[in-house]
């Protein structure tokens, strides 16, 4: 195999706002790689075929010097997400080749890495393909299940409100709230994404871009549950509409990512009045709990196709920057995936 | 006994924002009770001795259409709070003249009950002051006690931040966070406040008009446990403040209580980033699970003096309104208790 390109995709500039494709990201083809004589140094070669655009790379991408729960990505540097590759050469004997492997990667097509460091080999008896693992087998997957497990104390029969219902994290919280039993009401930005919460079981299914959330909690609650992606209004809403000892899970805040300023919520008098619980977490805190419960109940379910997946794939790194951008407005119609190469 | 002065304090009208004294809440003494022949119908004559002044009184002034924890006053009726009565004369077997009792009361001189419903008889071996009952032992004890109880998970060396810090549920609040061996950081709204903080153990004490909480905390920070009782601008503060997995106890919310439009919060995204947890919770919802353990425990601690406890007492019914707008404003130095009358 000759030298082909390495292509990258470069953290460049720190947003004020939205990030702008171009400036914020840059795509970078000046790299070559040769595949089948790179050095491994006692490491391996892995080819990198799909790569998850998810909301939390808004936050990601600020001042190294502020802190927060998942790192600051470097200027001048590859972003860096949740993808699946296959090892294309190993010197290290823990990985063989035509293993496929899960963990953060760095956007571009080929990595060396020294072991397995961040990174587990994928078993996918199921024959899944492979951004399944990504999506709802992935992390936005084992976040639902871990947020839902932990804070939700489900009962049979009550009800639940899950806000971003058609992303991979609200779709996942939906059907295990459907699973024990309870009536779902759910949001999603457009008219084939309300579709798609029809097609998951949700019991009240409405668009927020032309529905008002706060009428339709008003008319169609109260609520026992809230799932919370989005924060701002959709979170004044659910306070407003909650029961006594109601529990709100705090999973994603999108509609502030953006603003500088955040966004205010003006009735947390609620959180007292009613009794309410609020939860927050980072998967990555708590997943350790659920992770072999997950990986033993969930597969099977999804390729029975009892738990119902979407994605949206686009095609090449060269897309990452409109690709982020295009989520943090919500205009994906599904689990963003970047498609970055074939198994060869 | 001749004939008296039975007099009432009635709610008048719904205020916009702050209460107004002779507007919100009227002082009347048009009515007349002769206590030795006034008929009891089986039940009992209470005198009542002392009154509760609190915030969640606010919350009681509304619209009665409206639900929320406590109920609404009724316009032209007597204002009621937790007192302290002593029993005059009785035709109840379960009551017997002498004996002092806990509840709710109307804020008039007398009332006749048939029963005890919504009352208890007091039991005082420390031969503490009555209105210990109303205060440090009374409704707002129990509600520091409670909510600490039920939601602190405290760990010895931990940092507690405690706004409103100089009241009654403030002060037990410090109180007990010394005991379980934290580093507790106060906030209250004089310098006389910031004085009995000090005397009670708080480690770092200061008046949140005088200095800026976002900057004290961020030095004295970060914080483990914040026991809320403002809501606004300190909880903004302390939820910048807050350490990975901080418990926020929301107990009360008086930021907002007078303003119809709520005070906003805007980085609740620190919720999830952080791994927090808030909850809210109204005492009475709460308190059966520790009623017994804090009775046995608390009272000889402020016998001794190892818990401190600190009251503002103004004389008489009359005052009752203009004492309701100093606490809503702060202006207050300790627990608010109104001296109705004297045992006779």
Request: net charge negative; charged share 20%.
């Amino acid at each position: 195999m000759p030298t082909c390109t390495n292509g990258r995709v470069l953290f460049n500039s720190i947003p004020e706002g939205y990030p702008e494709p171009g400036k914020t990201t840059v795509y970078d083809d000046s790299q070559v790689i040769d595949t089948a004589h790179v050095e491994l140094n006692g490491g391996f070669l892995v080819k990198i075929l799909e790569l998850s655009i998810d909301p939390y790379m808004r936050g990601r991408m600020r001042d190294p010097s502020v802190e927060s729960y998942a790192s600051a990505f470097q200027i001048g540097q590859p972003l860096n997400s949740h993808g699946i590759g296959v090892v294309i050469r190993s010197e290290n004997p823990e990985v063989k080749k035509g293993d496929h492997l899960h963990g953060l990667f760095e956007h571009q097509n080929y990595v060396v890495r020294k072991n397995l460091e961040g990174l587990q080999v994928v078993q996918n008896p199921n024959n899944l393909p492979w951004s399944t693992f990504i999506g709802a087998l992935g992390m936005p997957g084992m976040t639902a299940y871990t947020g839902w497990k932990e804070f939700s104390h489900s009962k049979r029969g009550e009800t639940a409100f899950v806000t971003a219902g058609a992303g991979p994290v609200g779709s996942m919280v939906i059907q295990l709230a459907k699973l024990d039993g309870l009536r779902v009401i759910a949001s999603a930005g457009s008219e084939d994404k309300v579709k798609f919460l029809k097609e998951i079981g949700v019991d009240v299914a409405f668009n927020y871009k032309t529905c008002n959330t706060a009428e339709i909690l008003a008319k169609e609650g109260p609520i026992d549950i809230y799932w919370d992606n989005v924060g701002g209004e959709s979170l004044e809403a659910a306070l407003d509409a909650a029961n006594v000892d109601g529990r709100f899970i705090e999973c994603g805040f999108i509609s502030a990512y953006n603003d500088p300023n955040g966004v205010p919520v003006r009735n947390l008098a609620n959180v007292f009045a009613k009794s309410l619980s609020l939860n927050g977490f980072i998967v990555t805190r708590l997943q350790d709990k659920y992770f072999d419960e997950f990986y033993k109940t969930i597969p099977p379910l999804v390729a029975s196709g009892k738990i119902k997946h979407k994605e949206e794939v686009w095609e090449g790194l060269d897309k990452v920057g409109e690709f982020i951008l295009a989520v943090q407005k919500g205009k994906n119609t599904a689990k963003a995936v970047i498609h970055v190469g074939d198994e060869e």
